[in-house]
């Protein structure tokens, strides 16, 4: 399979690239980023043929079978339409819009073409939320309170390379974005209950630097999530999954138990990077022809609980 991958150079680009090395039988075949000396020595140094600053050209091309979207947020919708209304299936990074309407569009634009589009939800492939997962699937696990922690500090417009950015992350929209996701796909409900509370915005980048959201299944799950981009601290997100048989905590793709105590994940996934896994679901998905686990609309409900999250601001 020849994939794109746009937004190639950004942090997230780089792990798309470097995970989709990983994987037999793919090749990147083109490349799409806004800085044409940049991405001119990039695609060079990572020996891609075909670069361009426009994805239009990029998914114009025979040798393009699928994308990937590692591009600023407030692109996502409009760029994964253009896929799908291209013929090419799509892997939107997360979060695949900042709205409910143009989550929904995505939605409807799948539905319209027939071509596959998938959220880049990585939690569900967390090789630590997957033993958590499976676990749950086989009754051996009932999940009465996630506790999550996602801190960074990012009192100015950076990016994860600690770059500067030419676009405003959020809080609610990308990070809680996770977790949101994650808590209604580990528990199988939509939590039926939902607010939020946010601090004050920074002056200059307009956002919430501070947040706390709380939620609840209908079966009595809760979760509560703190986010901050004040945090001068250790930096990511943390999850404590307290259980009905056990108490877990899982860092990025690493889980230990409530005493700290590290829990064998081998066998759970094929890799222990998440990106990569995720990336593999992609190809499998088109290779067989089928819905992956994270599409658009299974993901639809997320972004619905973050409109009502987001209602409780105003």
């Keep these: 399979m020849r994939l794109c991958v746009a937004g190639a150079y950004g942090a997230f680009g780089i792990k798309h ?25 990039f695609a060079k140094e990572r020996g891609i043929a075909h670069y361009a600053t426009t994805l239009e050209e990029c998914i114009a091309r025979d040798d393009v079978d699928a994308v990937i979207l590692a591009t600023p947020t407030q692109l996502h919708a409009e760029q994964a339409i253009a896929c799908m209304r ?56 009932k999940i009465q309170q996630m506790d999550v922690q ?12 600690g770059e500067a950015r030419s676009w405003t992350d959020h ?30 915005h920074h002056p200059e980048l307009g956002i919430a630097m501070d947040m706390a959201i709380g939620m609840k299944t209908p079966s009595g799950a809760i979760c509560t999530l703190s986010l901050s981009f004040n945090n001068d601290g250790p930096l990511g997100t943390f999850f404590r999954y307290i259980c009905d048989n056990g108490t877990y905590i899982a860092r990025y793709d690493d889980l230990y138990d409530g005493n700290e105590n590290p829990i064998d994940l081998s066998g759970v996934a094929v890799s222990n990077n998440g990106i990569e896994l995720i990336d593999r679901e992609f190809i499998a998905a088109i290779t067989e022809g089928r819905e992956p686990n994270g599409s658009a609309i299974e993901v639809l409900g997320a972004m619905q609980t973050l409109d009502r999250i987001e209602k409780c601001f105003k």
């Design 171 to 200: 809080l609610l929209w990308h990070h809680a974005c996770h977790t949101v996701d994650l808590f209604q796909y580990q528990t199988g409900e939509v939590a039926s209950e939902a607010f939020g509370l946010e601090g004050p």
């Design 17 to 41: 690239l470097d995970a989709l090395a990983a994987i037999d039988g793919i090749e990147v075949t083109s490349i799409m980023a806004p800085d044409a000396d940049k991405l001119e020595a």
């Design 150 to 161: 996602t801190y960074f500090f990012r009192r100015s417009n950076i990016n994860a390379k």
């Design 86 to 141: 291209a013929g090419k299936p799509v892997l939107v990074e997360i979060p695949m819009a900042d709205s409910l309407e143009d989550s929904k569009e995505i939605v409807r634009v799948q539905k319209e073409t027939g071509v596959l589009c998938m959220a880049g939800q990585v939690r569900r492939f967390n090789p630590s939320h997957q033993w958590i997962h499976n676990k749950v699937k086989a009754g051996e696990l």
